[in-house]
């Protein structure tokens, strides 16, 4: 059978249902703690004047599109990250 028919690790089934596993499956983009855009680099130019304003810059993090912290902010104009 298709993967999707499995349960996942979290005991859901079908494992297409479980919204961790979702998460986990998109792609990195990279946020600050302060920020409210997410980047698809690290290296943004606008991460990186957003981060040069800050008086005390939160380091810049790796995370999945699909987690909470990135739905709850925008994509970035300049680097123009995917969407979900």
Request: with cysteine.
């Amino acid at each position: 059978m298709a993967d999707e028919l499995h349960t996942c690790k979290h005991g859901i089934y079908p494992s297409t249902a479980c919204s961790s596993c979702k998460a986990q499956s998109m792609p990195t983009v990279y946020i600050s703690g302060g920020g409210m855009k997410y980047h698809a680099t690290p290296s943004c130019p606008a991460l990186a004047e957003g981060q040069s304003k800050a008086a005390n810059p939160e380091p810049i993090l790796p995370v999945s599109l699909g987690s909470e912290v990135a739905q709850s902010r925008k994509p970035c104009k300049t680097c123009r990250p995917p969407r979900v």
